[in-house]
């Protein structure tokens, strides 16, 4: 797989708020936030720029990811390695799913960086981090996505009573990229390859 130089890392939303399990329910991939951890220490030895996202939520129902809450802080892993690579790093704060729709303008910090290829980390696999993935690809963007590092959670709430669990939605989420042309669905080992 080829990694341009300047190919930028952006971890999705990996806060503290998605361990309360009684908001969530029950996640896929227990080995997501080693993975994340691995990603971002491989991009911060080689001096690659990494972005930090972080959902900061005015909806009650992410009541744990909000401003002022113990859940709106990144997780440890993270936090311990914000500023610690050699590269450029951008923190951007967003309201809504897409990391492209935040502050400050992740596109234009991109571009200004010429940067062409991007990689997505973090949580939601079909959520924020689809969405992410989405919008970089029809922003031009060349975009990888490391499905084992990210992680997602069951959905009962689906219209016509259908539910899915997070093996299903992250399934889903994989073929709609990667058989769409959005994005390249590889795995960390393949990416740190």
């Keep these: 797989m080829e990694i341009s130089e300047n190919a930028a890392l952006i971890v999705v939303d990996v806060q503290k708020g998605f361990d309360a399990e009684e908001v969530w329910g029950r996640r896929n991939n227990p080995a997501a936030e080693e993975n994340i951890a691995a990603v971002i220490d491989a991009w911060q ?44 790093e951008l923190l951007v704060t967003k309201t809504v799913n897409s990391a492209f729709y935040g502050e400050p303008d992740l596109d234009a910090w991109l571009k200004g960086a010429g940067v062409r290829q991007i990689v997505i980390v973090g949580i939601q696999t079909n959520m924020c981090n689809e969405t992410t993935a989405r919008m970089g690809g029809n922003l031009g963007y060349d975009v990888i996505f490391p499905l084992d590092a990210m992680h997602t959670f069951d959905l009962a709430e689906g219209p016509f009573g259908w539910t899915a669990t997070a093996e299903e939605l992250s399934r889903a989420t994989a073929v709609s990229l990667h058989g769409g042309g959005f994005a390249k669905v590889v795995t960390t080992a393949e990416l740190l390859g």
Aim: contains cysteine.
């Design 45 to 88: 030895t080689a001096g690659r720029p990494v972005v930090f996202v972080r959902h900061d939520s005015a909806d009650l129902d992410c009541g744990p990811l909000r401003p002022g809450f113990w859940g709106n802080d990144f997780k440890d892993l993270v936090e311990q390695r914000r500023g610690k690579g050699s590269g450029p």
